[in-house]
Nanobody, 123 residues
Framework: QVQLVESGGGLVQAGGSLRLSCAAS????????MGWFRQAPGKEREFVAT????????NYADSVKGRFTISKDNAKNTVYLQMTSLKPEDTAVYYC????????????????WGQGTQVTVSS
């Protein structure tokens, strides 16, 4: 299992931007597919974005498409979520996830999860 530590959450006004980071332990990060998920109060956790192991393919929830960008820096063992044009409905705890099975597409599930970082968007 890999350890994942998210950072970058906070309070932002509607229309603002935030960049979340997720630092991963281990020496084989470059082979991992990664993802971001979120959970709002009283709701189930939902998919936000995924990126395949080589960073050649990304996938987004319809609700964030065009506003959020997922990226992966293998040299830094870090995955990012750039969030722009934030809306109050984006308020949630955001979780980073890794699929540590090598060379995954990001569509086969995730086996390691971070502790989450809170994002609050005020209207």
């Amino acid at each position: 299992q890999v350890q994942l530590v998210e950072s970058g959450g906070g309070l932002v006004q509607a229309g603002g931007s935030l960049r979340l980071s997720c630092a991963a332990s281990g020496r084989t990060f470059s082979s991992y597919a990664m993802g971001w998920f979120r959970q709002a109060p009283g709701k189930e956790r939902e998919f936000v974005a995924t990126i395949n192991w080589s960073a050649s393919r990304t996938n987004y929830a319809d609700s964030v498409k065009g506003r959020f960008t997922i990226s992966k820096d293998n040299a830094k063992n870090t995955v990012y979520l750039q969030m722009t044009s934030l809306k109050p409905e984006d308020t949630a705890v955001y979780y980073c996830a890794a699929d540590t099975r090598p060379y995954g597409s990001g569509s086969n599930g995730f086996d390691s999860w971070g502790q989450g970082t809170q994002v609050t968007v005020s209207s």
